[in-house]
């Protein structure tokens, strides 16, 4: 069953710039920290950005700088701006509700590719 849909993911060039969307169904994510993770190949799942219900936000060093998770508590959506991208990037991006350690509240959806190449 879908309850996480990311999207906006794509084939830009190295500094380029992609929007992801995560969009939630079932129940709202306006009282919950989300998180963006990421699984390029050959790699574990990461996660790269979090923000919380009141809106303070964290971001694995690879990314900070460059980066910036927010949200739109009307639509149920959470955001992943994404600027500067390198081909390290690359990977399929997934959304979900952290809990502690690498324990997660959803169920993973599909996720959105995201390929950073020349």
């Known amino acids: 069953q879908v309850q996480l849909v990311e999207s906006g993911g794509g084939l830009v060039q190295p500094g380029g710039s992609l929007r992801l969307s995560c969009a939630a169904s079932g129940s709202i994510f306006t009282r919950k920290t989300v998180g963006w993770y990421r699984q390029a190949p050959g790699k574990q799942r990461e996660l790269v950005a979090v923000?919380?219900?009141?809106?303070?936000?964290n971001y694995a060093d690879s990314v900070k700088g460059r980066f910036t998770i927010s949200r739109d508590n009307a639509k149920n959506t959470v955001y992943l701006q994404m600027n500067s991208l390198k081909p390290e990037d690359t990977a399929v991006y997934y959304c979900n509700v952290p809990l502690r350690g690498n324990l997660v509240e959803r169920a993973w959806g599909q996720g959105t590719q995201v390929t950073v190449s020349s």
């Open positions: 923000i919380t219900s009141g809106d303070s936000t």
